[in-house]
DNA sequence: TAGACCAATACGGTATACCATTTCAACCGT
DNA sequence: ACGGTTGAAATGGTATACCGTATTGGTCTA
């Protein structure tokens, strides 16, 4: 019966001719949740509690939980024989692990970057010296954090993604949102050290410049060393804000 | 019925209470054909034809499916609507990715070791060392290929295993056999550039037991971008032997 | 004989039924 | 009133039926 409504459901849409995809369609909506917040740290989730939320039936649901789990949007509490999925808790140690690996995935994106042929790196850097301003800019007047997200992720999106092959690509999109559940939980306290990420991209876009590969990369890994620092830091002093569970 | 044949058999299992997890099964019995190239690069895989070969149900196969190609061991074909699933092709261009992105993974693994207190450094190099001479006198005996694989293998999981959180050591888990891929296929001619990397070990323990961390990781690096050359030039020479179908 | 068309079918996507285990709470006995 | 017991509901795992499309192999025609 449910079938049915779907099928109604599809056949009302524009011009699709069926299959919808209702894994992806389930996956990007529930990360979109995981991200926001809105399911917070710890949240337990339930295969039927999805499928009653996004109107799908088990077997899409439990592709798309299982691609969350494995890239680490989603834990599993494995009590007993079962293996109960929660969102997974922010804490100091994951976010310093996340915080380094993406660190240097993209310092391996960076090193390839500086090692193009001079036309296309005078291209990328002058589209990251662009960005860096805007980010400046936007640094000085303290406000719009989501667009301080999105220019970050811009940033690094730029010598990243024109450069790196599918592999490193699809780690990347899969490693930045959760970076980013660490970075929305401390907006306010992460917005002071702003200028110094700045800087710290000048050295990055300088070493691409001049195709000092070695310079490159080490600048990208600094960035995101001293970044995991500035969390940390934040986290001891405020507290693990994302590792209680709220059933 | 089939349903009652699992069960039944599940039931003269020694111990078992019940649950038997097909979905890993399947998972670690398919990767291990692929790993092996007993289901050859480009072959396709159909999930009828995993359930008929591995007496499953399509639900659990479905995962599994799900999970080898998240990792990467096998790509989707997506002719048309429906995402065909083949055994992933062995390109130099993806060689050479993998082992890059290995590198530098394993990069953050030394620098996190060559960061470690001195008492459990001297431990690590202790062990290190012992593997890297029996890899040394394994080099000078030509024989065993197998053999030189686990020792590698071994040598690498030493400084990366007992010093990454949970994150780096499942991707380094995901990608070490993908690595095995192409080793595994051109054992013979990598044998012989063993000595190089012997040394290059040398330099890696050198850096950790200092602990030099940017050296520990700059030597793996140098390592895994030096074997990504040597695979690259084997397969320019041969050929792209993993890159046709078997239908 | 070569090419186009058509039917059988293989395949992936989805929905759902069923089972075993765990959880949770109401209920009963002390 | 409190703690233990039991049974119902929930949950995850598995098997399977059904659908629509894409492929394929064969036949018919030019």
Redesign the interface.
Same mark, same amino acid.
């Given at each position: 019966m449910q079938q049915t409504i779907a099928r109604r459901a599809r056949a009302g849409s524009p011009i699709e001719n069926? @299959?919808v995809d209702s894994v992806a369609r389930v996956y990007q909506e529930l990360r979109a949740l995981i991200v926001s917040g809105q399911l917070p740290p710890g949240a337990r989730i339930s295969e039927r509690a999805v499928v009653a939320r996004m109107g799908s039936s088990r077997?899409p649901v439990?592709?798309a939980l299982? @691609?969350l789990h494995? $890239?680490?949007f989603v834990a599993s509490a494995s009590r007993g024989?079962d293996q109960r999925l929660i969102v997974t808790p922010l804490t100091q140690?994951?976010g310093r $692990?996340?915080f380094?690996?993406v660190?240097? /995935?993209e310092? /391996?994106g960076a090193f390839e970057a500086a090692s193009l042929p001079t036309a296309r790196r005078r291209q990328i850097v002058r589209h990251l010296r662009q960005l860096n301003r805007t980010l400046g800019v936007e640094a000085r007047r303290k406000r719009s954090p989501t667009r301080v997200f999105e220019l970050d992720e811009q940033f690094h999106r730029a010598f990243v993604d024109d450069v790196a092959?599918?592999?490193?690509q699809s780690?990347h999109h899969s490693f930045k949102p959760q970076i980013e559940r660490y970075v929305r939980l401390y907006v306010n306290i992460l917005l002071d050290t702003l200028p110094t990420s700045v800087k710290e991209h000048e050295a990055i876009i300088a070493a691409i410049e001049s195709g000092d590969a070695k310079g490159a990369q080490r600048a990208v890994e600094t960035n995101w060393r001293n970044a995991a620092g500035r969390l940390a830091s934040v986290i001891s002093e405020h507290g693990e804000r994302g590792s209680w569970h709220f059933t």
């Open positions: 069926g @299959r077997t439990r592709s299982h @691609r494995q $890239e680490g024989g140690k994951d $692990e996340l380094l690996i660190g240097h /995935l310092g /391996l092959g599918p592999r490193l780690l």
